[in-house]
């Protein structure tokens, strides 16, 4: 039997740690193979590889607008944007302008969710893609293969160009290897090495990759001797060039790793790196050859072409076994070995279980579906389902694949066992008691045996923010596998966040507790219900006088009434705050007059008695009506808040508060904060409008003030502060952009005015603009029209922007248009009169903005990409808005006036049925009478036809789309974006 319980959270904030790094820029050296000496004696980091210089893009400065045609500007690659490969000594730099040429030109195609994701664990992938990693070691330079079976490892071509011995080195062999093909154009090599006793590592899915995802990178950078280095990053591009499938990476990769494996969080490959971008302001940017196209020349590099399975040979099942969810994640083996020798005892089925199974020659693992039993077939969430209906004993399971749109035959059926529930004796618990956080050691204190917990429990549990419970549990295989409820409600695990939630919400009452646990992968039965009691807490104190305490010059010593009523008749007439007045309460009800006592005044933060905490939050209360409450630290805890004992704090005897006249900046110059020197000229310097960062602060005039060193402000109507204060400075640095108050009191003759009027000031944003649209201004005959709103603006770019036409711009965040200054591509800041879009080239663009802010600049925003039209391209036309149009009888069909009524009118929902219609507001028509519309993307048709009409009035209520194309010159256009309205009930 074990007495078990859990603390709470600590009641002090964790510590936390940092750690930063600088990167240092250095001359970007792609591909990956430095020289390395055969002879030297591991581990060695040669700091100077004898490889070829490589060649430095030149610098570009912002700030001169000057750019130069073979650079990157602000990331876009230009025409003449250079990769590079390294070689051996004494050869020429191969720049691969082709690649960057197609980048610069080719879209980022969309990619599908890899079918049926697990959770990995990354660190357990590394481990099995090292374990298969070995240095490339040749006569001239260095580089990285990994093991695919049968003796063969597969590297980058350049890395084994220039001929000669080729060694396989690792931690465990050094083996002489032969080259077994080679391929130029996709960089690809094959090398044969024998006796290495490793295991192949396996490949992707490459289909189910996901721009944005974890990749990893193994390798020897630098000629790094011994294991295998491991970088990690993101999946950045697809690329495929030249019928070559590449892959782009920011994982950082230097000389040495060509030929390494790029691989996911699981240790499955996905590629061979082979390039990395050069330049020295740019890092990150690494290419790897493809899984698809490794594939796809692996059988010319071995001599044969059996490499993949053919379209319609059916697939094969090699195991099966169950994934289990641990709380976070579901975990299931990771090899079908694995899988196969955890399914020996049989599958468990029900909640936390589910399936994997392993299959060969699958093409696509979105067009698999499976069946139980020869019954029917399933995919997605049904093959879960179908699962979980599974009796124990026996079963098949058989798999098959949709390719070029046509089923294949069912796979082998494959036999598997789901297990039975096995009869298992439920835990049982003893006895349930409080534990109680003692303030004084800050720990969780409980009874230290069963019997005391039930002796302690048998009066009863309390709860709330200082009580817990304890339970004594026999019966207990593994801790970490049991679970409790109360009342029969939810299971919850002592760690989780539920424990404490839970019991706190118990009533005071009678209450049950239960126990389960977890045993070889089934559940318990749960425990026999366990009866306590949650007791009503001790009545508080109460308060019963209230009154002042006066500090005697003559005596020296603080004087108070002698009795309870005397202090109750003192008090009706006010207490007084202030350096001679003090705080004095009469209580009744107290367990014992020496426990802790803790007051707090209109229910603000509790402090103790006979502090100069509590004194201090005294002195803080203003003239005016407050509240004061007690509670008590009992044997067992704090008792709740007495009930509120109302009082009065007088106002002071000279109750005229200073008076603010203005406020203004400090700047600090490095020495000392200098700003305005005149009451006129703090006045005039901000306009009442401040900066609140790192070196600024603030100054202002006072009128009637008699001593400074006796102010005290607040701003918001905050905590007080003196002026120069840390508090000054942290409550200064905390107001966030827009309007503010400041105001003012003094202490005088012991007792502090009232606080001055608010003086209202505003704090400057520092914080970048946002562009929210980009887009052409509308033209209507001769004259040009600027959009309603930035959704009609953003809708109207959709297509492209004509670049010989005048453009608009929506931002969010702009105090003054005036000061902002605009960039297109990265290029030189210009005001809005000096930005044109004539000479951009077809093809994407961006633009950013920023403002000048009392002589600051704020950063530039984040770059809005537009896309500028091939001369003659057509613009779609566009739906703005839709609403309703009625039938007024004699009258006809009406509508709104215009179209800002329209939208309006439209965003309440369309009603349909007889009497109703609709009515758009469209954009970029050419010819009315050439226009055609349709809903949720179905037949087309003209306005205000006869299948206008019945399209509309059998729309059911809820959401749909509409969409419109014209007819231009013999030739439609595209359909426009879509617009969603809603419909209501008739």
Same mark, same amino acid.
């Given at each position: 039997?074990?007495?078990?319980?859990?603390?709470?959270?600590?009641?002090?904030?964790?510590?936390?740690?940092?750690?930063?790094?600088?990167?240092?820029?250095?001359?970007?050296?792609?591909?990956?193979?430095?020289?390395?000496?055969?002879?030297?004696?591991?581990?060695?980091?040669?700091?100077?590889?004898?490889?070829?210089? #490589?060649?430095?893009?030149?610098?570009?400065?912002?700030?001169?607008?000057?750019?130069?045609?073979?650079?990157?500007?602000?990331?876009?690659?230009?025409?003449?944007?250079?990769?590079?490969?390294?070689?051996?000594?004494?050869?020429?730099?191969?720049?691969?302008?082709?690649?960057?040429?197609?980048?610069?030109?080719?879209?980022?195609?969309?990619?599908?969710?890899?079918?049926?994701?697990?959770?990995?664990?990354?660190?357990?992938? @590394?481990?099995?893609?090292?374990?298969?990693?070995?240095?490339?070691?040749?006569?001239?330079?260095?580089?990285?293969?990994?093991?695919?079976?049968?003796?063969?490892?597969?590297?980058?071509?350049?890395?084994?160009?220039?001929?000669?011995?080729?060694?396989?080195?690792?931690?465990?062999?050094?083996?002489?290897?032969?080259?077994?093909?080679?391929?130029?154009?996709?960089?690809?090599?094959?090398?044969?090495?024998?006796?290495?006793?490793?295991?192949?590592?396996?490949?992707?899915?490459?289909?189910?990759?996901?721009?944005?995802?974890?990749?990893?990178?193994?390798?020897?950078?630098?000629?790094?001797?011994?294991?295998?280095?491991?970088?990690?990053?993101?999946?950045?591009?697809?690329?495929?060039?030249?019928?070559?499938?590449?892959?782009?990476?920011?994982?950082?990769?230097?000389?040495?790793?060509?030929?390494?494996?790029?691989?996911?969080?699981?240790?499955?490959?996905?590629?061979?790196?082979?390039?990395?971008?050069?330049?020295? &302001?740019?890092?990150?940017?690494?290419?790897?050859?493809?899984?698809?196209?490794?594939?796809?020349?692996?059988?010319?590099?071995?001599?044969?072409?059996?490499?993949?399975?053919?379209?319609? &040979?059916?697939?094969?099942?090699?195991?099966?076994?169950?994934?289990?969810?641990?709380?976070?994640?579901?975990?299931?083996?990771?090899?079908?070995?694995?899988?196969?020798?955890?399914?020996?005892?049989?599958?468990?089925?029900?909640?936390?279980?589910?399936?994997?199974?392993? %299959?060969?020659?699958?093409?696509?693992?979105?067009?698999?579906?499976?069946?139980?039993?020869?019954?029917?077939?399933?995919?997605?969430?049904?093959?879960? #389902?179908? /699962?979980?209906?599974?009796?124990?004993?026996?079963?098949?399971?058989?798999?098959?694949?949709?390719?070029?749109?046509?089923?294949?035959?069912?796979?082998?059926?494959?036999?598997?066992?789901?297990?039975?529930?096995?009869?298992?004796?439920?835990?049982?618990?003893?006895?349930?008691?409080?534990?109680?956080?003692?303030?004084?050691?800050?720990?969780?204190?409980?009874?230290?045996?069963?019997?005391?917990?039930?002796?302690?429990?048998?009066?009863?549990?309390?709860?709330?923010?200082?009580?817990?419970?304890?339970?004594? @549990?026999?019966?207990?295989?593994?801790?970490?596998?049991?679970?409790?409820?109360?009342?029969?409600? *939810?299971?919850?695990?002592?760690?989780?966040?539920?424990?404490?939630?839970?019991?706190?919400?118990?009533?005071?009452?009678?209450?049950?507790?239960?126990?389960?646990?977890?045993?070889?992968?089934?559940?318990?039965?749960?425990?026999?219900?366990?009866?306590?009691?949650?007791?009503?807490?001790?009545?508080?104190?109460?308060?019963?006088?209230?009154?002042?305490?006066?500090?005697?010059?003559?005596?020296?010593?603080?004087?108070?009434?002698?009795?309870?009523?005397?202090?109750?008749?003192?008090?009706?007439?006010?207490?007084?705050?202030?350096?001679?007045?003090?705080?004095?309460?009469?209580?009744?009800?107290?367990?014992?007059?020496?426990?802790?006592?803790?007051?707090?005044?209109?229910?603000?933060?509790?402090?103790?008695?006979?502090?100069?905490?509590?004194?201090?939050?005294?002195?803080?209360?203003? *003239?005016?009506?407050?509240?004061?409450? %007690?509670?008590?630290?009992?044997?067992?805890?704090?008792?709740?808040?007495?009930?509120?004992?109302?009082?009065?704090?007088?106002?002071?005897?000279?109750?005229? *508060? *200073?008076?603010?006249?203005?406020?203004?900046?400090?700047?600090?110059?490095?020495?000392?904060?200098?700003?305005?020197?005149?009451?006129?000229?703090?006045?005039?310097?901000?306009?009442?409008?401040?900066?609140?960062?790192?070196?600024?602060?603030?100054?202002?005039?006072?009128?009637?003030?008699?001593?400074?060193?006796?102010?005290?402000?607040?701003?918001?109507?905050?905590?007080?502060?003196?002026?120069?204060?840390?508090?000054?400075?942290?409550?200064?640095?905390?107001?966030?952009?827009?309007?503010?108050?400041?105001?003012?009191?003094?202490?005088?003759?012991?007792?502090?005015?009232?606080?001055?009027?608010?003086?209202?000031?505003?704090?400057?944003?520092?914080?970048?603009?946002?562009?929210?649209?980009?887009?052409?201004?509308?033209? %209507?005959?001769?004259?040009?029209?600027?959009?309603?709103?930035?959704?009609?603006?953003?809708?109207?770019?959709?297509?492209?922007?004509?670049?010989?036409?005048?453009?608009?711009?929506?931002?969010?965040?702009?105090?003054?248009?005036?000061?902002?200054?605009?960039?297109?591509?990265?290029?030189?800041?210009?005001?809005?009169?000096?930005?044109?879009?004539?000479?951009?080239?077809?093809?994407?663009?961006?633009?950013?903005?920023?403002?000048?802010?009392?002589?600051?600049?704020?950063?530039?925003?984040?770059?809005?990409?537009?896309?500028?039209? +091939?001369?003659?391209?057509?613009?779609?036309?566009?739906?703005?808005?839709?609403?309703?149009?009625?039938?007024?009888?004699?009258?006809?069909?009406?509508?709104?006036?215009? +179209?800002?009524?329209?939208?309006?009118?439209?965003?309440?929902?369309?009603?349909?049925?007889?009497?109703?219609?609709?009515?758009?507001?469209?954009?970029?028509?050419?010819?009315?009478?050439?226009?055609?519309?349709?809903?949720?993307?179905?037949?087309? /048709?003209?306005? &205000?036809? %006869?299948?206008?009409?019945?399209?509309?009035?059998?729309?059911?209520?809820?959401?749909?789309?509409?969409?419109?194309?014209?007819?231009?010159?013999?030739?439609?256009?595209?359909?426009?974006?879509?617009?969603?309205?809603?419909?209501?009930?008739?």
């Amino acid at each position: 039997m074990r007495l078990w319980s859990r603390p709470r959270l600590s009641r002090s904030a964790p510590g936390r740690t940092s750690a930063g790094a600088t990167r240092i820029p250095v001359s970007l050296r792609p591909i990956f193979r430095p020289t390395v000496d055969r002879d030297a004696a591991p581990p060695v980091l040669l700091e100077r590889p004898r490889v070829s210089p #490589v060649a430095v893009m030149p610098r570009y400065s912002r700030r001169s607008g000057g750019h130069h045609p073979a650079i990157f500007r602000r990331g876009c690659f230009t025409e003449r944007a250079q990769m590079a490969l390294l070689r051996q000594p004494n050869r020429a730099v191969l720049i691969v302008a082709a690649v960057l040429l197609a980048l610069a030109a080719i879209g980022q195609p969309d990619r599908v969710a890899a079918n049926d994701p697990t959770n990995c664990d990354f660190v357990d992938g @590394v481990e099995r893609v090292t374990a298969a990693t070995a240095q490339v070691v040749m006569s001239d330079g260095a580089g990285t293969a990994f093991y695919i079976g049968n003796d063969e490892w597969v590297t980058a071509a350049h890395v084994v160009e220039g001929g000669g011995s080729i060694r396989l080195r690792t931690e465990a062999f050094d083996r002489e290897a032969s080259l077994v093909g080679r391929d130029v154009a996709a960089d690809l090599a094959v090398l044969r090495a024998s006796g290495t006793g490793l295991t192949a590592l396996t490949f992707g899915d490459h289909a189910g990759l996901r721009l944005g995802e974890t990749l990893g990178v193994a390798g020897y950078p630098m000629t790094v001797r011994g294991s295998p280095s491991v970088a990690s990053g993101l999946l950045s591009k697809f690329l495929s060039l030249d019928g070559i499938a590449y892959i782009q990476t920011s994982a950082e990769v230097s000389p040495g790793n060509s030929g390494g494996p790029l691989f996911t969080e699981c240790g499955l490959i996905v590629g061979v790196i082979v390039l990395k971008q050069v330049h020295e &302001a740019i890092e990150g940017i690494a290419w790897a050859v493809a899984l698809p196209t490794m594939l796809d020349r692996l059988p010319q590099l071995r001599g044969d072409r059996d490499v993949t399975p053919s379209g319609g &040979a059916a697939l094969t099942i090699t195991a099966i076994c169950n994934r289990q969810w641990d709380g976070e994640r579901w975990q299931r083996p990771q090899t079908s070995a694995a899988c196969r020798a955890a399914a020996e005892g049989g599958l468990h089925t029900g909640e936390g279980w589910r399936w994997i199974a392993a %299959v060969r020659g699958v093409e696509d693992w979105a067009n698999v579906a499976y069946r139980f039993d020869g019954g029917p077939s399933v995919s997605g969430r049904e093959r879960w #389902v179908a /699962f979980d209906a599974l009796a124990p004993g026996l079963h098949t399971i058989e798999v098959r694949e949709r390719r070029a749109g046509v089923w294949q035959a069912w796979s082998a059926p494959y036999a598997f066992t789901i297990r039975g529930t096995e009869d298992l004796a439920a835990p049982s618990i003893t006895a349930v008691c409080n534990q109680w956080w003692d303030a004084t050691t800050e720990t969780w204190q409980k009874p230290e045996t069963a019997d005391a917990c039930r002796t302690e429990g048998a009066i009863g549990l309390r709860t709330g923010s200082e009580w817990h419970w304890a339970g004594a @549990v026999s019966g207990v295989e593994d801790w970490a596998n049991v679970v409790y409820r109360f009342d029969g409600g *939810p299971a919850f695990s002592i760690g989780s966040d539920e424990n404490g939630a839970l019991f706190d919400a118990l009533i005071p009452g009678q209450h049950t507790i239960e126990v389960r646990e977890l045993r070889g992968g089934v559940w318990t039965p749960w425990s026999a219900p366990y009866t306590f009691t949650i007791s009503v807490p001790p009545r508080p104190p109460t308060i019963t006088a209230f009154c002042n305490t006066q500090w005697d010059l003559a005596l020296g010593k603080w004087q108070e009434p002698d009795t309870e009523e005397g202090c109750r008749a003192a008090g009706v007439n006010g207490l007084r705050t202030g350096e001679h007045w003090g705080p004095r309460a009469w209580y009744r009800g107290l367990e014992d007059v020496s426990n802790p006592r803790e007051v707090r005044f209109d229910g603000g933060v509790p402090s103790r008695t006979h502090t100069g905490a509590g004194r201090a939050a005294f002195d803080a209360l203003g *003239p005016g009506v407050h509240t004061i409450e %007690v509670r008590e630290r009992q044997s067992r805890g704090w008792t709740a808040w007495s009930a509120p004992y109302t009082f009065t704090i007088r106002e002071p005897r000279d109750p005229t *508060p *200073p008076r603010i006249n203005s406020i203004c900046n400090l700047r600090w110059d490095g020495e000392q904060w200098r700003g305005p020197s005149t009451d006129g000229a703090c006045r005039a310097a901000d306009g009442g409008r401040l900066h609140a960062a790192r070196g600024w602060w603030w100054t202002g005039w006072l009128w009637n003030v008699r001593n400074f060193d006796n102010v005290a402000y607040r701003f918001d109507a905050g905590a007080p502060f003196r002026h120069g204060t840390s508090e000054d400075f942290e409550a200064f640095y905390a107001l966030d952009p827009g309007p503010h108050t400041i105001e003012v009191r003094e202490r005088r003759n012991g007792g502090w005015t009232v606080w001055s009027a608010p003086f209202n000031f505003t704090v400057r944003s520092t914080r970048a603009l946002r562009i929210t649209a980009f887009c052409n201004y509308q033209r %209507v005959g001769e004259q040009w029209y600027r959009y309603p709103s930035a959704e009609a603006c953003k809708a109207s770019a959709v297509a492209g922007l004509h670049g010989g036409e005048s453009w608009d711009i929506w931002i969010t965040g702009v105090e003054n248009l005036a000061n902002v200054r605009y960039s297109i591509d990265g290029g030189p800041a210009a005001p809005e009169q000096g930005t044109s879009l004539h000479n951009l080239a077809p093809g994407e663009h961006s633009i950013e903005v920023r403002e000048q802010r009392g002589g600051q600049w704020t950063a530039w925003s984040a770059a809005y990409t537009f896309t500028i039209r +091939a001369p003659g391209a057509t613009l779609a036309p566009w739906i703005a808005g839709v609403c309703n149009a009625r039938w007024v009888a004699g009258v006809g069909w009406q509508w709104p006036d215009s +179209a800002e009524a329209c939208e309006v009118a439209g965003a309440a929902g369309l009603r349909t049925g007889p009497g109703r219609h609709w009515y758009p507001v469209v954009g970029g028509v050419v010819d009315w009478d050439r226009l055609v519309y349709r809903f949720d993307g179905g037949t087309p /048709f003209r306005f &205000a036809s %006869v299948e206008d009409f019945a399209a509309f009035r059998i729309l059911t209520p809820g959401q749909h789309t509409i969409e419109v194309r014209e007819r231009r010159d013999g030739v439609w256009t595209a359909w426009s974006a879509p617009f969603t309205f809603t419909t209501r009930r008739r």
